[in-house]
């Protein structure tokens, strides 16, 4: 049976209301590791041209926080084992840790910057999509990840953990690429599994 | 020329022969510009309609649910039907050894892969998303998908493109000793272009030994072929179980119809072309007598199928297919029904006389109303079937718009146009077959 | 004389070339040299003749192979193709088996027909064109009304040939050389 | 390929970012562009209600009509993308009609006014600021004290009270008007039992069913609430069902849903109610204390007079009345509200008592809500006249529609010194005032309504709003605390705050445990506070009116009586800018789009006018054009045109869509409502024609079976649909021999081992659907639900003129009998994939968009569609419907696509689409078992039309699971399939109808 949300307001806030202004988690909670920051590349912004992948707003490592910090994927992106969508993470949830951890050297002081500047602008960060799923097939992450586990990410956007900017390893749309993958885990490969 | 009437040919040298063949290919008549302009018009709208429908969707034609199906399929299997006639001729009729289709068959044949090539456009032009017509060809792709071979319209696909290839085989092949005749009558870049098209051919004995097998076999597998292209369009309609299309008789019923309409094709073109490239002498009544009986034959045969149709509908006690037979006739769509058995089981039980055989203007007004009448037969058969099915609730009746009419139009010109530059580019009477006919001059005189 | 598209290199060969405007007479004169023992005549026509192919005793073509090869590799072609292909990913439809083999006639049929007579004309084209007796003198008129008759030789036979053919009633002779 | 429409509009991309950050994406169509560059916004801070991708659930209540019925609202990234029924709820019990539906296309309606307006020195309304709105109208308010009024037509809630606070503070009144008010019923109960209200009507319990002119299927009362028990009384359920029988000279809804309709003359429904009273004191020994006299002069003799319907019929009417007991008798409703309203109102309650059915079927101390009605509108008017009102404020009211132009009250209304309105729509009464202050949507807002005695429902926002409107709660305080005053008292601060204390006096009542915030909770969680309905009290006959029963007079010299119609779509016309309920055909005649006249066969063979024929009606007060409905559902002597139409203002759906029916009537003159049945009127030819865009083809069923049904003695005995053909005398439709049955079964068995292979040779549910013809009314919410849950486009008049409209679930109304012989009955079936196990759209499929998965569906991919339409061909439902043009592009005008389901693709053009029993909830239900580790249970999930239907007559589930209730409900005895003889196995088992014609 449904469960009913009950503070309207709430929903409101998850609508549009990206103003309301909430101290979040603080930075306890995150990974306290900071030790050798200098085992990934210290990259600029800069550089970020050199790098596979759409550009981002923010020079965001994943091999840093998901490689180096080893931060679980699910630590940020909090919904995907509960729900089709994996959710990006919230300003809030970066300044979990970032009101703390002001960065090591000019490169990623900058960028971190951007990131509080943002939050005291109220003002979120328009992330620039790499993973478009077509619209007419529908994955929901969750069953992807009970089936998979908690790092089965891997097997579609590829080790993340070794990229300093996130690049599109696989070609999801590629409906080849998802069938070989049923056929193998000798899983359904129904058409109206994923196509409705 | 009644005298005549019962000679292939009017005799004549083989130098004649050549020559009058020849001649055909001169500088193109006034008449002839005018009527090749008339088509690329017709065409032009044709082309323009499709853009139309690309662009906004298949809405403009009219389709009113439950006639999915309408003017475009209509119009399609006409074509189809169309071209059947050429491969009937000169593939059956050679088997048989029948003298008369000599002259005419080029013609005809030449009328048949025009046609093909026509309705092979309409799968495409009717379907709701034209872009991807593709994905009816089993061709290996990253999805790992392929075609439904239990779609009668995957069928279709194999039927119609084999069809296209062997026809036009069948014709390209016929076509290279006249060419190389043509090739040796006339000089400079007429010649060059000749030269190439008649690949080296001399008529040594060599090449004519297996040339004329060849040319047996492709008769042979043609016939069968012939006959199972509208038996697969046929089935289109019968292997689905619309009532007035869920039918055993089909097949034998649609082949007849083909034939019938294609023939009334024929004449359609070759009484005027007759004319306009003076053949009268290879091209005469005798052939259009020959062509009256095939005519009233099939025209027999439909006349049959017509009453079997409604006979097995009161027969069956199936009240869906009588409902759906009774409308045909005195529904809303009457007039369709009776336009299709007027012009085809009345109009051409006229052929019994011999003078309206030979009479070329009877004729030629007989196979305007055999287009007519084949049209609309088709027209009935899906769109009147369609209207009331099953479920009453759900019937309704189409009414064509200007998106129907401008592609087929379009048909016409696309069809005349090919067949129009054909007629002027190559010989269409067939130069070797007819001097086949014509004994060859001895010493000693007399015939062995 | 116009020179024939050639295909690849062609050299003219010497020889004696008749042209006939009666039958018997190209007929006559086959038998006679091939009485004489010549084998590697050229007679060209405007059409096939039975009387020509008669004289020359000319064997079956052997093109009926390439028909029957190419006719069964359709057939084959045709009912694997279908049956693989829907093995190959199931889908149901309609409640009917997956592999429903009567489905399939249409399809092995027209690939039957279509491999059929594309491999009739490539055996005509390769037995006839590509492999034809190059070299050999030509005269338009073969494709009009005459008859043709080419002899390689040269010298004395030539003239004994020019001999025979005039004798047999050939309206021209001529001597082609190299 | 893929047709997204462009994101251009500013709330659009709003949109766009934040579920960019779900990554759900909003418009989902077939296609596969991929290479777009799309940005991914984040939310600032989480919301600990909403899980992207998933579904968030509120509660609330629906405002569409007084009934107040309760709601779930279901949200997607913070949209409100449907409305469900709240289970909890004592009225709709987790159900919901097509209007409730259909408040979400209000929500996102292009129609609405998007910011507070006030017209300037150029007569125009110009967009201003809310702070500059207040201060306007607090400076109005200043210099009005005593010359204030208002005209509110909100249920009775928190803001009704606030306003009459408000209000009585100015020194103004308040007048609570609705359209279509029970004002005659509750002026009867106060001349026969000394209490001015609407008792309850409990259809469940009744065992025999009187409704004269009472359309209570589809707007008298709450419908829903009706429907539910009409569905439990009548639906048949293998004993005895309660009869129906349905006096009114038009074929409602409610007609249609009757075992006996009888066509009777306007106006004598009083005079047939007391002869069967008469009859029931007389023959039936009914106790009639004090009114023996009272009926003694109305025998069933005089009522044949009145009303045309056989004394003997009238005979046996009241015996089976009398044999059943309790029975229910209701009256009222548009169609049956002439100048005698009051005495039939008076003469029904009057058969009711007598019936003994006070207390039993009808309970008063229920306290429904309703107005003050027009009686008070009329009041308010000759203050206007007087030039004593210098602030007029409308709330949730458009009078200027819904009275008639002879009333003159637009011309009163305009005398209003300064005009305001708080409507959320522009419609005709927003268009005449000076300031618009636009109030949210219920599902915006917080709110309340109190219904009925004992139910609190509860409104909270479940979203934000889509324009700067803003709650009219906060504008009363907001405008209070600026004028001061009278109105200082008003300080809470704001109006959630202002309603949470009115709870707490709630919560105080009911000493809740736990403290208020518990209690709200719960409240907010249950959409409300549900007591017990309180008991009935015993009432009293105090008759103190003459018992009358004549027919009111008709004004004008008009042929034909007019007697309108509201139809369950329009209600009074605030449904007409909804595109669902305009291309949802009306259940009654299937009309889209556009307004009718009902007219006779008869009558039209006589006049000589045919479908679509454009017609005059002429009455003393106007004339309309209309085009003719040729409709066998009315007398010969009667045309019948629907309200709800020929709006002026409200919105691009509402324009050139007909004519308004109420410009032929009266005003009140002063009676206390609105005489519906109050003129005759003359009917010219026009000689212009207008194509009717009807959904019907063939109104007959030709013998085919399609709508089955069985007389209640057959179906008591237990029989099958064809024994019972065979118990009639009459031969069953064509179907199979048994030996062709047994070859067919023997073949299929065969072809059926074959199928076995890949997906199809593991366990898999096959999912199936029953529906119980015996309780569907054909109300059509099932339609709606469907276009809700599946974004279903709506193609327009023009397009559903070519019967291309996109109905994946249908309504097919048949006719049976009517010429003569057997009286004209009308049959429903919804008609929608039957998801065939032998399904012919499949095979001729040649790239397998068209194919059956592996859980019995018949699947269709609308991305693998090239669109031959030969699947639609050959399905012998005609279920399949195809997008003719870009639908997708065009049938969501800003912002309605803000509704469309994110879990359903959008279909692009050249592709089929069809039912698909709701596949995204099966894959839903799916996913979530999965992620529990636990096996799919039975009814945890069922499809929309099912969800939403008020009967309960659609049953869905696993056909696999021996135990589910769709495998119950299919071995039921009545169970068919249609069109049996293809052989196609459909997934969808019907049940037939159970009818009781004449004896019982």
């Known amino acids: 049976m449904r469960t009913l949300a009950l503070i309207g307001a709430g929903a409101a806030a998850a609508g549009l209301a990206a103003v309301t202004l909430v101290i979040g988690p603080s930075g306890a909670q995150a990974p306290a590791a900071v030790a050798d920051s200098l085992t990934a590349p210290v990259l600029a912004a800069a550089d970020t041209a050199g790098l596979p992948g759409p550009r981002q707003p923010v020079f965001f490592r994943h091999d840093i926080h998901a490689g180096q910090f080893k931060i679980p994927c699910q630590y940020c992106h909090y919904t995907v084992a509960v729900s089709s969508e994996p959710g990006i993470p919230s300003l809030q949830t970066c300044m979990g840790c970032h009101t703390v951890i002001a960065g090591t050297d000019t490169a990623n002081r900058a960028e971190i910057k951007k990131v509080r500047d943002a939050w005291a602008q109220k003002q979120p960060i328009a992330w620039v999509r790499v993973h478009y799923l077509a619209r007419h097939a529908h994955f929901p992450h969750s069953r992807h990840i009970k089936a998979l586990g908690p790092t089965g990410c891997q097997t579609c956007h590829g080790d993340v953990t070794r990229m300093p900017q996130v690049y599109k390893v696989n070609n999801i749309n590629n409906m080849g690429w998802c069938v070989t993958c049923h056929l193998q885990r000798d899983v359904s490969r129904d058409c109206a599994v994923c196509h409705y | 020329m009644a005298v005549l009437a019962q000679q292939p040919v009017i005799t004549q040298t083989h130098a004649d022969v050549t020559r009058d063949v020849a001649a055909t290919l001169g500088a193109p008549s006034r008449g002839y510009l005018l009527m090749l302009f008339g088509a690329v018009g017709l065409f032009l709208v044709g082309l323009l309609t499709f853009l139309i429908l690309v662009k906004d969707g298949l809405g403009h034609a009219g389709y009113n649910p439950p006639v999915f199906w309408s003017v475009y399929i209509t119009t399609f299997v006409f074509w189809i039907g169309i071209g059947h006639a050429g491969t009937l001729i000169s593939a059956i009729l050679y088997l048989f050894r029948s003298p008369w289709r000599t002259a005419v068959y080029r013609s005809t044949e030449a009328m048949t892969v025009f046609a093909v090539m026509t309705a092979g456009l309409f799968p495409i032009i009717h379907i709701g998303r034209q872009w991807v017509f593709y994905w009816l060809l089993p061709y290996p792709n990253q999805r790992y998908l392929w075609p439904n071979f239990k779609s009668p319209l995957l069928w279709d696909v194999f039927a119609i493109t084999t069809y296209l290839t062997v026809s036009t085989t069948f014709l390209v092949y016929g076509l290279i000793p006249d060419v190389a005749a043509v090739r040796d009558t006339v000089a400079g870049w007429r010649q060059k272009i000749y030269r190439l098209a008649s690949v080296g051919w001399q008529g040594t004995d060599n090449q004519w030994r297996h040339y004329s097998r060849a040319y047996l076999y492709l008769a042979a597998l043609a016939t069968p072929l012939v006959l199972s292209v509208h038996s697969v369009v046929s089935w289109d309609f019968a292997s689905a179980i619309v009532p007035g299309w869920h039918g055993t008789i089909f097949a034998p019923y649609f082949v007849a119809g083909a034939i019938y309409s294609g023939i009334g094709m024929v004449l359609t073109l070759i009484i005027p072309l007759r004319r306009v490239l003076k053949l009268e002498h290879m091209i005469t009544d005798y052939h259009f007598d020959n062509l009256g009986k095939l005519t009233l034959l099939t025209g027999s045969i439909l006349f049959y199928a017509y009453g079997m149709e409604y006979f097995v509908a009161w027969y069956s006690g199936n009240t869906f297919e009588q409902t759906t037979f009774w409308l045909r006739a005195f529904g809303p769509m009457w007039w369709a029904g009776w336009t299709m058995i007027i012009c085809n089981a009345f109009v051409s039980q006229l052929l019994w006389f011999r003078k309206i055989r030979t009479s070329l203007t009877a004729m030629f007004v007989i196979s305007i109303f055999i287009n007519i009448g084949m049209w609309f037969e088709r027209f009935v058969i899906i769109v009147s079937s369609l209207s009331n099915d099953f479920l009453p609730w759900a019937w309704d009746q189409m009414n064509p718009t200007w998106a129907d009419w401008g592609i087929l139009a379009g048909s016409f010109g696309w069809f005349g146009m090919w067949f129009l530059l054909f007629a002027r580019t190559f010989p269409i009477v067939a130069i070797q077959e007819i001097k086949e006919m014509i004994p060859m001059p001895r010493k000693r005189g007399g015939h062995h | 004389m116009p020179a024939l598209p050639s295909f690849g290199k062609r050299k003219a060969a010497p020889g004696v070339l008749a042209a006939f405007e009666h039958i018997d007479a190209a007929t006559d004169a086959i038998r006679a040299l091939r009485a004489k023992g010549h084998r590697d005549l050229t007679v060209y026509s405007s059409h096939p003749n039975h009387e020509l192919e008669d004289a020359l005793e000319t064997p079956m073509s052997a093109v009926r192979l390439f028909t029957l090869i190419g006719g069964l590799t359709g057939c084959t072609a045709g009912f694997g193709m279908t049956i693989w292909m829907n093995l190959d990913w199931p889908v149901l439809v309609g409640g009917k088996p997956i592999a429903a083999v009567p489905a399939f006639v249409v399809i092995g049929f027209e690939l039957t027909v279509l491999l059929g007579a594309l491999s009739s004309v490539a055996g005509v084209a390769i037995l006839s064109i590509l492999l034809r007796k190059r070299g050999a003198a030509y005269h338009p008129r073969f494709s009009d009304d005459r008859i043709g008759v080419f002899v390689p030789a040269s010298g004395e036979q030539a003239r004994s040939l020019e001999e025979l053919f005039r004798s047999a009633g050939a309206v021209e002779v001529t001597h082609a050389t190299a | 390929m893929p047709h997204e429409p462009k994101p251009d509009a500013v709330t659009r991309r709003r949109f766009l970012t934040v579920l960019g950050a779900s990554g759900a994406g909003t418009v989902a169509l077939s296609g596969c562009s991929t290479d777009r560059v799309e940005k991914l916004v984040p939310y600032l801070v989480q919301s600990e209600d909403q899980v992207p991708g998933l579904a968030t659930w509120y509660?609330?209540?629906?405002?569409?009509?007084?009934?107040?019925?309760?709601?779930?609202?279901?949200?997607?990234?913070?949209?409100?993308?449907?409305?469900?029924?709240?289970?909890?709820?004592?009225?709709?019990?987790?159900?919901?009609?097509?209007?409730?539906?259909?408040?979400?296309?209000?929500?996102?309606?292009?129609?609405?006014?998007?910011?507070?307006?006030?017209?300037?020195?150029?007569?125009?309304?110009?967009?201003?600021?809310?702070?500059?709105?207040?201060?306007?109208?607090?400076?109005?308010?200043?210099?009005?004290?005593?010359?204030?009024?208002?005209?509110?037509?909100?249920?009775?809630?928190?803001?009704?009270?606030?306003?009459?606070?408000?209000?009585?503070?100015?020194?103004?009144?308040?007048?609570?008007?609705?359209?279509?008010?029970?004002?005659?019923?509750?002026?009867?109960?106060?001349?026969?039992?000394?209490?001015?209200?609407?008792?309850?009507?409990?259809?469940?319990?009744?065992?025999?069913?009187?409704?004269?002119?009472?359309?209570?299927?589809?707007?008298?009362?709450?419908?829903?609430?009706?429907?539910?028990?009409?569905?439990?009384?009548?639906?048949?359920?293998?004993?005895?069902?309660?009869?129906?029988?349905?006096?009114?000279?038009?074929?409602?809804?409610?007609?249609?849903?009757?075992?006996?309709?009888?066509?009777?003359?306007?106006?004598?429904?009083?005079?047939?109610?007391?002869?069967?009273?008469?009859?029931?004191?007389?023959?039936?020994?009914?106790?009639?204390?004090?009114?023996?006299?009272?009926?003694?002069?109305?025998?069933?003799?005089?009522?044949?007079?009145?009303?045309?319907?056989?004394?003997?019929?009238?005979?046996?009417?009241?015996?089976?009345?009398?044999?059943?007991?309790?029975?229910?008798?209701?009256?009222?409703?548009?169609?049956?509200?002439?100048?005698?309203?009051?005495?039939?109102?008076?003469?029904?309650?009057?058969?009711?008592?007598?019936?003994?059915?006070?207390?039993?079927?009808?309970?008063?101390?229920?306290?429904?809500?309703?107005?003050?009605?027009?009686?008070?509108?009329?009041?308010?008017?000759?203050?206007?006249?007087?030039?004593?009102?210098?602030?007029?404020?409308?709330?949730?009211?458009?009078?200027?529609?819904?009275?008639?132009?002879?009333?003159?009250?637009?011309?009163?209304?305009?005398?209003?010194?300064?005009?305001?309105?708080?409507?959320?729509?522009?419609?005709?009464?927003?268009?005449?005032?000076?300031?618009?202050?636009?109030?949210?949507?219920?599902?915006?807002?917080?709110?309340?309504?109190?219904?009925?005695?004992?139910?609190?429902?509860?409104?909270?926002?479940?979203?934000?709003?889509?324009?700067?409107?803003?709650?009219?709660?906060?504008?009363?305080?907001?405008?209070?605390?600026?004028?001061?005053?009278?109105?200082?008292?008003?300080?809470?601060?704001?109006?959630?705050?202002?309603?949470?204390?009115?709870?707490?006096?709630?919560?105080?009542?009911?000493?809740?445990?736990?403290?208020?915030?518990?209690?709200?909770?719960?409240?907010?969680?249950?959409?409300?506070?549900?007591?017990?309905?309180?008991?009935?009290?015993?009432?009293?006959?105090?008759?103190?009116?003459?018992?009358?029963?004549?027919?009111?007079?008709?004004?004008?010299?008009?042929?034909?009586?007019?007697?309108?119609?509201?139809?369950?779509?329009?209600?009074?016309?605030?449904?007409?800018?909804?595109?669902?309920?305009?291309?949802?055909?009306?259940?009654?005649?299937?009309?889209?789009?556009?307004?009718?006249?009902?007219?006779?066969?008869?009558?039209?063979?006589?006049?000589?006018?045919?479908?679509?024929?454009?017609?005059?009606?002429?009455?003393?007060?106007?004339?309309?054009?209309?085009?003719?409905?040729?409709?066998?559902?009315?007398?010969?002597?009667?045309?019948?045109?629907?309200?709800?139409?020929?709006?002026?203002?409200?919105?691009?759906?509402?324009?050139?869509?007909?004519?308004?029916?109420?410009?032929?009537?009266?005003?009140?003159?002063?009676?206390?409502?609105?005489?519906?049945?109050?003129?005759?009127?003359?009917?010219?030819?026009?000689?212009?024609?207008?194509?009717?865009?009807?959904?019907?083809?063939?109104?007959?069923?030709?013998?085919?079976?399609?709508?089955?049904?069985?007389?209640?003695?057959?179906?008591?005995?237990?029989?099958?649909?064809?024994?019972?053909?065979?118990?009639?005398?009459?031969?069953?439709?064509?179907?199979?021999?048994?030996?062709?049955?047994?070859?067919?079964?023997?073949?299929?068995?065969?072809?059926?081992?074959?199928?076995?292979?890949?997906?199809?040779?593991?366990?898999?549910?096959?999912?199936?659907?029953?529906?119980?013809?015996?309780?569907?009314?054909?109300?059509?919410?099932?339609?709606?639900?469907?276009?809700?849950?599946?974004?279903?486009?709506?193609?327009?008049?023009?397009?559903?003129?070519?019967?291309?409209?996109?109905?994946?679930?249908?309504?097919?109304?048949?006719?049976?009998?009517?010429?003569?012989?057997?009286?004209?009955?009308?049959?429903?079936?919804?008609?929608?994939?039957?998801?065939?196990?032998?399904?012919?759209?499949?095979?001729?499929?040649?790239?397998?968009?068209?194919?059956?998965?592996?859980?019995?569906?018949?699947?269709?991919?609308?991305?693998?569609?090239?669109?031959?339409?030969?699947?639609?061909?050959?399905?012998?439902?005609?279920?399949?419907?195809?997008?003719?043009?870009?639908?997708?592009?065009?049938?969501?005008?800003?912002?309605?696509?803000?509704?469309?389901?994110?879990?359903?693709?959008?279909?692009?053009?050249?592709?089929?689409?069809?039912?698909?029993?709701?596949?995204?909830?099966?894959?839903?239900?799916?996913?979530?078992?999965?992620?529990?580790?636990?096996?799919?249970?039975?009814?945890?999930?069922?499809?929309?039309?099912?969800?939403?239907?008020?009967?309960?007559?659609?049953?869905?589930?696993?056909?696999?699971?021996?135990?589910?209730?769709?495998?119950?409900?299919?071995?039921?005895?009545?169970?068919?399939?249609?069109?049996?003889?293809?052989?196609?196995?459909?997934?969808?088992?019907?049940?037939?109808?159970?009818?009781?014609?004449?004896?019982?």
């Open chain 4, 59 to 1000: 509660a609330s209540t629906c405002t569409e009509c007084p009934a107040g019925c309760g709601l779930h609202v279901r949200t997607r990234e913070g949209r409100a993308v449907k409305l469900e029924g709240n289970p909890d709820h004592p009225i709709n019990r987790g159900k919901l009609c097509s209007r409730g539906q259909a408040a979400l296309q209000g929500l996102y309606n292009p129609g609405r006014v998007k910011a507070p307006r006030a017209r300037n020195a150029a007569g125009a309304l110009e967009e201003i600021t809310w702070e500059d709105a207040i201060g306007r109208l607090a400076a109005k308010l200043g210099g009005a004290a005593g010359k204030v009024a208002v005209i509110s037509g909100a249920g009775r809630g928190t803001l009704s009270d606030l306003l009459a606070d408000w209000t009585a503070a100015l020194g103004g009144r308040v007048v609570r008007y609705q359209a279509l008010d029970q004002e005659p019923l509750r002026a009867a109960n106060q001349a026969l039992f000394g209490r001015p209200e609407v008792p309850a009507f409990d259809f469940a319990r009744a065992r025999f069913i009187l409704s004269f002119g009472a359309d209570f299927l589809e707007t008298w009362l709450a419908p829903v609430e009706n429907q539910r028990g009409f569905a439990e009384s009548h639906g048949f359920n293998g004993g005895a069902t309660a009869k129906h029988v349905f006096f009114g000279p038009r074929m409602s809804l409610t007609a249609m849903n009757a075992d006996e309709w009888h066509p009777i003359a306007p106006g004598s429904e009083a005079a047939l109610a007391l002869a069967i009273a008469h009859l029931l004191v007389t023959e039936h020994g009914r106790s009639a204390a004090g009114v023996a006299d009272a009926l003694a002069a109305h025998t069933p003799e005089a009522a044949e007079k009145e009303s045309g319907v056989p004394a003997a019929t009238i005979r046996r009417i009241a015996r089976e009345v009398a044999e059943a007991r309790p029975s229910l008798a209701v009256a009222g409703g548009v169609s049956a509200q002439h100048r005698g309203a009051v005495e039939l109102a008076a003469a029904v309650n009057l058969l009711n008592y007598v019936a003994g059915n006070v207390g039993e079927t009808v309970l008063f101390g229920a306290d429904l809500d309703g107005g003050d009605g027009a009686g008070a509108l009329d009041e308010l008017g000759r203050a206007l006249d007087a030039g004593q009102v210098a602030v007029l404020l409308v709330h949730e009211a458009n009078p200027v529609y819904t009275m008639p132009a002879a009333s003159g009250f637009t011309g009163r209304f305009r005398k209003a010194g300064y005009k305001v309105s708080t409507s959320s729509w522009l419609d005709e009464t927003a268009a005449e005032c000076d300031l618009l202050l636009p109030n949210h949507h219920a599902l915006e807002r917080w709110d309340d309504a109190r219904p009925r005695a004992g139910v609190h429902g509860l409104m909270q926002p479940v979203m934000q709003p889509v324009f700067t409107t803003m709650n009219t709660g906060d504008v009363l305080l907001q405008v209070a605390k600026k004028a001061g005053g009278a109105l200082a008292k008003f300080d809470a601060p704001s109006y959630e705050a202002h309603l949470k204390s009115r709870w707490q006096a709630l919560a105080g009542e009911r000493a809740a445990a736990g403290g208020f915030d518990d209690f709200w909770r719960a409240a907010l969680a249950r959409g409300g506070l549900y007591g017990e309905r309180p008991a009935a009290p015993a009432v009293s006959l105090a008759l103190s009116l003459p018992v009358r029963a004549s027919r009111p007079a008709l004004e004008g010299d008009g042929e034909f009586s007019f007697v309108p119609h509201a139809t369950s779509f329009l209600y009074d016309g605030r449904g007409t800018n909804k595109p669902w309920l305009l291309e949802n055909p009306d259940p009654v005649t299937k009309l889209t789009w556009h307004h009718w006249v009902e007219v006779h066969p008869d009558t039209a063979r006589r006049l000589d006018v045919r479908n679509g024929e454009v017609v005059r009606l002429a009455s003393p007060h106007g004339a309309i054009e209309a085009p003719v409905l040729v409709f066998p559902g009315i007398r010969r002597d009667v045309v019948s045109v629907p309200l709800g139409f020929g709006h002026t203002a409200y919105g691009e759906f509402t324009t050139a869509r007909g004519a308004n029916a109420l410009d032929l009537l009266p005003g009140p003159a002063g009676q206390p409502f609105v005489p519906y049945v109050a003129v005759k009127v003359s009917l010219e030819k026009t000689g212009v024609f207008r194509d009717l865009a009807t959904t019907e083809g063939n109104p007959r069923q030709l013998g085919r079976g399609i709508a089955e049904a069985m007389p209640l003695a057959a179906a008591v005995k237990g029989l099958t649909v064809r024994e019972s053909y065979e118990l009639d005398g009459r031969p069953p439709h064509e179907v199979n021999t048994e030996r062709e049955l047994e070859a067919i079964a023997g073949w299929a068995e065969g072809q059926h081992i074959r199928t076995r292979r890949g997906d199809y040779a593991r366990e898999n549910p096959q999912w199936g659907m029953a529906i119980d013809l015996s309780r569907c009314t054909g109300c059509s919410a099932c339609v709606t639900a469907c276009y809700a849950e599946n974004n279903i486009a709506t193609v327009g008049e023009a397009d559903v003129l070519r019967g291309r409209e996109m109905t994946w679930m249908r309504l097919e109304r048949y006719w049976e009998g009517g010429e003569g012989a057997p009286p004209l009955e009308a049959r429903f079936v919804p008609m929608l994939c039957q998801h065939c196990g032998n399904a012919p759209c499949e095979p001729v499929c040649p790239v397998y968009a068209a194919y059956h998965t592996a859980d019995g569906l018949n699947g269709q991919i609308y991305n693998r569609c090239v669109g031959t339409r030969y699947c639609a061909n050959n399905c012998p439902y005609k279920v399949r419907y195809f997008n003719w043009y870009k639908y997708s592009e065009r049938s969501w005008p800003e912002p309605l696509q803000l509704q469309l389901n994110p879990d359903v693709t959008v279909r692009a053009r050249g592709v089929m689409e069809k039912c698909t029993f709701c596949i995204q909830r099966i894959r839903g239900a799916q996913n979530q078992a999965r992620l529990e580790g636990r096996p799919l249970r039975d009814g945890e999930f069922t499809t929309a039309c099912a969800q939403a239907c008020p009967s309960d007559a659609i049953v869905f589930g696993d056909m696999n699971d021996p135990g589910s209730r769709v495998n119950q409900v299919k071995r039921n005895h009545r169970a068919y399939h249609v069109l049996e003889e293809t052989n196609v196995r459909p997934a969808v088992t019907y049940l037939a109808k159970v009818v009781r014609r004449g004896e019982a």
